[in-house]
């Protein structure tokens, strides 16, 4: 065993995987843009107290996940454990309410929680996520809605499972809190130690703690308690979304692990994930930005782990491209050839012809001999080898090697990238 290896919970995007994550990036940037967001790119580190102020004292993530460590100026500071209170809290800096009317940000990152790590579940994870500042009229939640739907469709994730929920607001919220803590306290010696502290400090998360929350079937649930705007708010969005043709459960025990949210919260789940199945998540947060010195700003989002979509894709899909890089192999042979095959490797590179067809060349291995740097085209894969020796210089040619096939034939240097473009796919 090599003495050094990635810390336990993180790992090593090697190229073989990085080719989904760009898949998966390219996808979301498309439809980001369609959808009207624009990327914001914040820090990995945060002041701890930000966090704890916007996810909430009492969620597991600020009490037992978040990497926290103090810089040389004594500040505390936190690698982020998620996205959206660095988001928020750029959106109040850079004063972003007061340049457009409402404001749409995505972004892109690592995210970082001290979780006891297991397969779906790491310490260093990707999220890709979108934030909706301005908008608090339901169309905004059922166009976060829409987007999710939409994004797992063109990945072609057949599995997925969108569950909605509203968790009320300031009004409302309060007196569901009351009777859901009422019930708990009725069978407290039955709890676990976790769920009989929450009672006082976040009655909610029992109803999703792996060890009480399945039995808890006869808990109050929320939409019972929901007063009359957030009642009309929710049923807006659902029947705009359902219109729009998203599908959705509704799951009136749904809760969230950060504290931030209000009325609308939802999650989408894959059954081709283990335990970890948890594709997406988000809802709306419409006191954030004020809780933070900003302007009273209604706000709503989501974030999607990419390791899990991943790891979803590849259940359905496999590969993420149909057609795969046409890998072509530069050699030379003599000197005055080397140079000659390397101006043509690099002009090979920056033909947009080329690149469109789904070729990368590859070469530079000239002080070898020619059998050894067919032998490396072979084990790349390649499906050309391009050859440069003498005579091919003399006359301006180059000598092409199908090596599926071992056929070789002399095409003159100028017809080379005419000939590349019409090869056959198979080629
Ligand atoms: P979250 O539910 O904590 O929400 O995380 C969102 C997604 O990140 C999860 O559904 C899961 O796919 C992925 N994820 C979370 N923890 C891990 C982990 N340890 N390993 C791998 N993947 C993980 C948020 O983070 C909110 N900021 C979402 C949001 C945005 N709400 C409003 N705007």
Redesign the pocket.
């Known amino acids: 065993m090599p003495k050094y290896q990635a810390v336990r919970g993180t790992k090593d995007i090697l190229p073989a995987d990085a080719v989904f994550f760009q898949y998966l990036e390219s996808v979301a940037r498309r439809l980001f843009r369609q959808f009207g967001f624009h990327e914001i790119r914040t820090p990995t580190f945060e002041s701890v107290d930000l966090f704890s102020r916007l996810l909430g004292e009492t969620t597991d ?1 600020v009490q037992k996940e978040m990497y926290v460590f103090e810089d040389r100026g004594g500040r505390k500071l936190s690698l982020r454990p ?3 209170a660095g988001v928020v809290r750029a959106f109040v800096e850079h004063h972003l309410s007061q340049t457009s009317p409402f404001c749409k940000l995505f972004y892109v990152g690592p ?1 970082f ?1 001290a ?1 006891r790590p297991q397969a ?4 260093e ?1 990707w ?1 890709i ?1 979108a ?1 909706y500042f301005g908008n608090a009229s339901p169309p905004a939640d059922a166009e976060m809605l829409v987007l999710l739907e939409t994004f797992f469709k063109v990945l072609g994730l057949p599995n997925v499972k969108l569950k909605l929920n509203s968790l009320g607001d300031a009004q409302c919220r309060p007196l569901y809190l009351e009777a859901l803590k009422a019930y708990l306290k009725n069978r407290q010696a039955t709890l676990c130690e976790d769920c009989q502290r929450r009672i006082d400090t976040n009655p909610l998360r029992a109803l999703d703690c792996k060890i009480d929350g399945p039995t808890l079937v006869d808990a109050p649930t929320i939409d019972a308690y929901w007063c009359d705007p957030c009642r009309t708010h929710f049923t807006m969005v659902q029947e705009l979304a359902r219109g729009a043709g998203v599908a959705f459960v509704l799951t009136p025990r749904l809760v ?3 504290d931030y949210y209000t009325r609308t919260v939802f ?1 989408v789940t894959s059954s081709a994930l283990g335990a ?1 199945d ?6 709306r ?1 419409d006191r954030l930005v004020k809780e933070i010195g900003g302007p009273d700003t209604p706000a ?6 990419v ?2 979509a991943i790891q979803a894709f590849v259940a359905a899909n496999g590969s993420p491209h149909s057609q795969p890089d046409r890998l072509v192999f530069v050699a030379a042979q003599g000197e005055a050839g080397a140079v000659e095959a390397f101006r043509l490797l690099q002009a090979l590179r920056s033909s947009p012809e080329l690149e469109a067809k789904g070729y990368v060349f590859e070469g530079g291995f000239f002080e070898k001999k020619l059998g050894a740097q067919l032998t490396m085209a072979d084990r790349l894969k390649a499906v050309y080898c391009l050859l440069i020796g003498d005579d091919e210089l003399a006359k301006g040619d180059v000598t092409i090697k199908k090596l599926a096939s071992s056929q070789q034939q002399r095409v003159s240097q100028q017809d080379l990238v005419s000939f590349l473009v019409a090869a056959p796919l198979d080629a």
């Open positions: 993530v998620e996205g959206t995210m929680r979780e779906g579940r790491y310490r994870f999220q996520g934030e969230r692990g950060l999650e970890q948890a594709l997406a998540a988000g809802g947060y709503l989002g989501f974030a999607m782990g390791e899990r």
